[in-house]
């Protein structure tokens, strides 16, 4: 059996209570008595029952993810940062991956498995904002994302049109005039990035050509390979790419090489999201980071605010979470990234 309460309290010579206040953070505990009861438990391998904790809270300690799919690096690595941040403060993330499914995302947002969880962070894909106009509030919601849901939970987003403008930017910055984007598509993620494409050359006077802003369809390597393909075989292709994610860019990126042309001397390519595999390609991607520790935080951080004070009548927040341009070899050059691979 592990030690208990009452076998800390004995070693520390301190009472139970005092014991329960060191395990719980409080702050009414003197800095030496708290050194010699956190001494007593790393000794005897105290371990808290947190389950016991939470059904005396009336709580399960879980709270769930939702993301549209899990084998997209981007959410992958955001999953990762939420069970982090989540261990800080003794709670168990759930993950569920909604497939995009419009359904299985308005279920998750009306409280849908409400008996096994705490709350959601819920990234959705298809849910629109009417979706959220019944029902929302059964469960504590956090949502992620760009979509405007008129404050249906407490919100978690970044600026798509002014990173795209900046990224987009760097790409005139560096004198280039024939600047394609490869994922203009009606979700809205696509509209803002493409809004702050078009705000962007709109500010130099470089008018938008609509052979250079083709549809596209899934956000994948496959996808952005074949529509660079078409892009390259235009009369007057691009001289610069700008790709609304990093697999999109990846996928550009190897057609281009593999075209025999140079990355970034003939084509110069940048994605968004700063995922692992862009900053390990070669040539090593240029990409709008959003500040992914920070969505996480806030949105662990949110919820489990929401969860703790049980104000259902208090007004949904909309916080935005910081990004940056991190300009690396596709755009600027580097080791090999100008030599003609024919």
Do not use: W
């Amino acid at each position: 059996m592990g030690a208990r309460l009452s076998d800390v309290a004995k070693r520390a010579a301190v009472s139970v209570k005092t014991v329960s206040n060191v395990v719980n953070g409080s702050a009414r505990v003197a800095p030496a008595t708290r050194a010699r009861v956190q001494k007593a438990i790393d000794e005897l391998g105290y371990r808290p029952n947190l389950s016991a904790r939470h059904l005396r809270q009336g709580r399960t300690g879980i709270i769930a993810l939702a993301v549209p799919d899990l084998t997209v690096p981007y959410f992958s690595e955001l999953a990762t940062l939420v069970i982090a941040e989540a261990k800080k403060r003794a709670v168990t993330v759930l993950i569920e991956d909604t497939g995009g499914d419009r359904a299985t995302e308005r279920a998750i947002a009306r409280g849908h498995s409400s008996s096994l969880i705490d709350g959601v962070i819920l990234s959705p894909l298809a849910l629109r904002r009417r979706d959220l106009t019944d029902d929302v509030g059964r469960v504590p919601l956090v949502l992620l994302g760009e979509r405007d849901y008129a404050r249906a939970g407490d919100h978690v987003l970044i600026d798509n049109v002014a990173a795209a403008r900046e990224a987009t930017t760097h790409l005139l910055d560096l004198g280039r005039e024939r600047i394609a984007v490869i994922g203009a598509d009606a979700q809205e993620t696509g509209r803002q990035r493409l809004r702050g494409y078009r705000e962007a050359l709109a500010a130099r006077g470089v008018p938008v050509r609509d052979e250079l802003v083709p549809s596209t369809g899934p956000f994948t390597r496959a996808t952005g390979a074949a529509v660079m393909r078409d892009l390259l075989a235009l009369p007057a292709p691009p001289d610069a790419v700008f790709c609304f994610n990093d697999l999109l860019a990846l996928g550009a990126q190897r057609t281009v090489l593999a075209a025999g042309l140079r990355v970034p001397g003939d084509v110069a390519i940048a994605g968004f999201d700063d995922i692992e595999d862009g900053r390990y390609a070669t040539p090593s991607l240029t990409t709008i980071a959003p500040d992914k520790t920070q969505i996480a935080r806030l949105a662990v951080s949110l919820l489990l605010d929401r969860i703790d004070t049980a104000e259902t009548d208090r007004q949904p927040v909309l916080i935005e979470a910081g990004h940056e341009l991190v300009i690396r070899e596709s755009t600027t050059g580097g080791p090999d990234c100008t030599r003609d691979r024919s």
